[in-house]
């Protein structure tokens, strides 16, 4: 029950650490299917939402993660938050596209 209890509040607070987009603004994304065209306007959509940029969060990755470089960066949406997730050999960070404030944070060593 305790476990439970740790595990919702976590939830909890990484919920309220990020900032959301509007229920319209997510729709927009999502109204698709797979075709090249239609996955370029989503792309293009969730571009035109973000605040924190490819570059701002790479420095961002690497104040968090100094030592190592960075392998992967991609601009992703979970639910009405729009992050992006940047995996270094030593760790991945989920970086709020809206606030640039840190959701996440796993070692991988």
């Not at 729709?27 to 996955?39: D, E, L």
């Not at 939402?49 to 490819?54: A, E, H, K």
């Not at 970086?95 to 959701?103: E, L, N, T, W």
Request: charged share 30%; net charge positive.
């Amino acid at each position: 029950m305790r476990r439970i209890l740790s595990l919702l509040a976590c939830f909890v607070i990484v919920a309220a650490a990020g900032e959301n987009i509007t229920p319209q603004e997510h729709n927009r994304f999502h109204n698709s299917n797979h075709r090249p065209t239609i996955r370029l306007q989503k792309e293009r959509t969730m571009q035109e939402l973000v605040r924190i940029d490819r570059s701002q969060a790479r420095k961002i990755a690497r104040e968090k993660c100094p030592d190592a470089g960075i392998e992967k960066i991609e601009l992703r949406h979970r639910n009405r938050l729009i992050y992006w997730q940047v995996t270094t050999p030593a760790c991945r960070l989920k970086i709020d596209a809206v606030s640039g404030s840190i959701i996440e944070k796993e070692n991988r060593k």
